[in-house]
C-alpha cells in the first residue's frame, strides 16, 4: 500500500500554538490546528503529494509537497506556502484551521496578512491524493468551550470573512490585470515613439495609463514599502478591509455592529472603482485596442 490517512481525533478550535522558530531550552507548544497522520509506502522524489480540504464538498485549501519555484515575498508581501512532509513511512502534518491564502499585488506592502482566515466548528474532510490515488477522512473541529456563541454567531462570521476575503481577492486580481495592461501600454509607446501613423494611438494610450493610475491608488498604496511608511501614507481599500479581516477572524465569533457597518461602507466604495474599472475597460481599452487593429501593426516590431 502506498497511501493511507489516519482519522484524525475531534479537535478544539482553539488559537494559540508555538513559534516557527524554536527558542533553544524551552519547550514546544502543541500547534494550533488539525493534526493528523499519514503513511507513504515509497520515497517520492518529485512526485507531487497533494492535500485537499474540504467544507461542504468543496476545496477550500491546497497544500502540496512540492516547494513552489515561483514563490517570492517582499516586506508586507504573502508568507511562505506551507509544504507537505513527504518522506517514506509516517509523517505528521497540522492543518492550521485556515482558508487558501489571498493573491497579493507584486512588490506591494500590505499592513496586514495575505493569510486566508480560519474556519468554523463542524465537519471537513481531508483529502490526499499521489499518482491518481486517492484517500480522505472526515475532521470534526469543535467549538472552544469556554467561548459562549452560537452556532449561528459561527456562521455569521465566516459569512463576514468570506465576503471580505472575496473583495480583497478581487481587488489584487483587478490591480494584477490593470498593471499586466499598463507593462503593454508602455511597452507598445516605447516601440511606437516614431511611428507618425501611431502619434494617436500613443497619445491615448497615455491618457489611460493616467486613468489606470488614479484608479489603482484608490485601492492599493505602493508607496509603503516598510512598518514605518503606514505612518506616512495612508493605507488605501485593500488595507482598511485586511485590517478588518483580522480584526473579525479572531476566537470569539460575535461581529460587532461597528465592524458590520464598516464593511458595508467599504463595499459602498469598492462598487465604485469596481463599476469604474469596468468603465475603463469596456470603454478606453476597447477604444485602443479598435484604434490599434485598424492601423494594423504587427504583433512583432523590428527595428
Not at 468603465?279 to 490599434?292: G, K
Amino acid at each position: 500500500e502506498n497511501l493511507s490517512l489516519f482519522k484524525p481525533k475531534d479537535t478544539y478550535l482553539i488559537f494559540g500554538g508555538s513559534s516557527e522558530r524554536p527558542v533553544p531550552g524551552l519547550g514546544d507548544n502543541p500547534k494550533s490546528g488539525v493534526t493528523f497522520d499519514y503513511y507513504l509506502g515509497k520515497d517520492l522524489d518529485s512526485l507531487e503529494l497533494k492535500l485537499e480540504v474540504l467544507e461542504n464538498n468543496k476545496v477550500i485549501r491546497t497544500i502540496t509537497s512540492i516547494k513552489p519555484k515561483e514563490f517570492k515575498s517582499w516586506p508586507g508581501g504573502p508568507s511562505k506556502p506551507q509544504v507537505l512532509p513527504a518522506k517514506k513511512g509516517i509523517n505528521r502534518f497540522t492543518w492550521n484551521f485556515r482558508r487558501a491564502s489571498l493573491p497579493a499585488v507584486d512588490k506591494v506592502f500590505l499592513f496586514g496578512s495575505h493569510d486566508g482566515s480560519r474556519v468554523a466548528p463542524g465537519n471537513y474532510t481531508l483529502r490526499l491524493s499521489l499518482e491518481g490515488e486517492q484517500v480522505e477522512t472526515g475532521v470534526k473541529i469543535l467549538p472552544n468551550p469556554n467561548i459562549k456563541a452560537s452556532n449561528s454567531d459561527y456562521q455569521d462570521q465566516q459569512l463576514f470573512l468570506k465576503d471580505i476575503e472575496g473583495m480583497i481577492t478581487e481587488i489584487h486580481e483587478s490591480v494584477n490585470q490593470m498593471r499586466s495592461a499598463k507593462k503593454q501600454l508602455k511597452g507598445y509607446a516605447k516601440l511606437l515613439e516614431n511611428n507618425e501613423k501611431a502619434d494617436t494611438l500613443v497619445t491615448i494610450g497615455g491618457t489611460l495609463l493616467k486613468r489606470i493610475d488614479s484608479w489603482e491608488t484608490n485601492l492599493i498604496q505602493p508607496k509603503q514599502k516598510t512598518f514605518q511608511d503606514v505612518i506616512n501614507y495612508n493605507n488605501q481599500l485593500n488595507a482598511e478591509l485586511t485590517y478588518l479581516k483580522d480584526f473579525a477572524d479572531t476566537a470569539d465569533p460575535i461581529i460587532t455592529k461597528g465592524a458590520r457597518e464598516r464593511l458595508h461602507d467599504l463595499k459602498k466604495d469598492w462598487s465604485v472603482y469596481q463599476k469604474e474599472r469596468d468603465d475603463i475597460i469596456t470603454t478606453e481599452m476597447s477604444a485602443y485596442n479598435e484604434l490599434f487593429s485598424s492601423l494594423k501593426i504587427p504583433a512583432l516590431i523590428m527595428d
